[in-house]
């Protein structure tokens, strides 16, 4: 039997706050009790007085999530995803789905036992023949966010299958303006883009951006085997907008092989994506001193 476990950790906080370094989830242990509601209708809310989350429960996935804030002075209630009718808000994603594909609601912790002071939703998909998947939505006391738990079974009685990109998706409200990746991708974003075209060779979730401040890059790809292959994820480098790339390697601490070997040729793939559309890709041959 095998078991992935995935744990996403959302804090939403939009203003410092003092946490207790005694008490998990960034929370202070203190303020209203963690209450969840079922409206009968398929949805759930989990809220704690500053974060609130409505979850669907049959798809394990939230609909709403609302953070209550006082950066100006005032108490005010913001959400943090996009209305449902443009986009899903927050969902697992990937290409195969454990489970029947339908969850069933359950308690895994009832805050009405323990004083209010945490809750744990569980979300249950079983197969006879296709594993079982597992997500829980959790919350404490005082904690400026919540916790999303995916638990993945595959048992040896399950048919086989193959894991490949696969993760959350987090459909932000324009509030959300800054994006900070690494240090080269470290920016405000500024106009935000409303179309974009697939990434050659690369998961379909992945995009280029054909419009707003950051429009318009170059996807390069490296190989260092005798025949070039440019495949996604294996071969994949970076996406720039400059038109001059330095190719450092690797750079890492404990790294055999600091940059590049000079014993080894490399193959450079580089195609051009903006509002025109993707060009067709251009190969440089780097040989080997």
């Known amino acids: 039997m095998t078991k992935l476990l995935l744990l996403l950790a959302l804090a939403i906080a939009a203003a410092p706050q003092s946490a207790s370094a005694n008490v998990s989830g960034g929370s202070t242990g203190q303020g209203p ?82 004083g209010g002071a945490y809750a744990d939703v569980k979300l249950l998909s079983d197969n006879a023949h296709n594993g079982v998947m597992e997500v829980h939505f959790s919350m404490h006391r005082g904690s400026p966010g919540f916790y999303s738990t995916a638990m993945m079974t595959h048992r040896k009685q399950d048919v086989k299958f193959e894991v490949g990109a696969w993760g959350v998706v987090t459909r932000v ?27 050659p060779d690369a998961p379909h979730e992945s995009t280029i951006l054909l419009d707003g401040a950051q429009q318009g890059q170059y996807v390069i790809y490296r190989s260092s085997e005798g025949a070039p292959a440019f495949t996604w994820p294996d071969h994949y480098l970076t996406a720039v907008v400059e038109t001059t790339y330095v190719d450092k390697g690797v750079t890492a601490k404990g790294a055999p092989v600091k940059g590049l070997d000079p014993s080894r040729g490399y193959g ?22």
Do not use: C
């Open 173 to 199: 409200t324009p509030a959300f303006n800054w994006l900070t990746a690494d240090a080269a991708r470290n920016f405000f974003i500024g106009q935000r883009s409303t179309k974009g075209a697939k990434v």
């Open 33 to 114: 009790e963690v209450s969840v509601v079922d409206h009968h209708d398929g949805t759930v809310t989990l809220a704690n007085g500053i974060v609130s989350i409505v979850i669907d429960t049959a798809k394990a996935r939230l609909d709403r999530v609302t953070y209550t804030h006082k950066n100006d002075g005032h108490a005010r209630t913001s959400d943090v995803l996009l209305p449902g009718a443009k986009g899903r808000g927050n969902y697992y994603y990937g290409g195969f789905s454990l489970g029947s594909g339908v969850f069933e609601y359950a308690m895994a912790t009832d805050p009405a036992t323990n």
């Open 268 to 289: 450079y793939q580089v195609t051009a994506v903006n509002a025109a559309g993707i060009s067709l890709p251009a190969v440089v041959d780097v040989s080997a001193r």
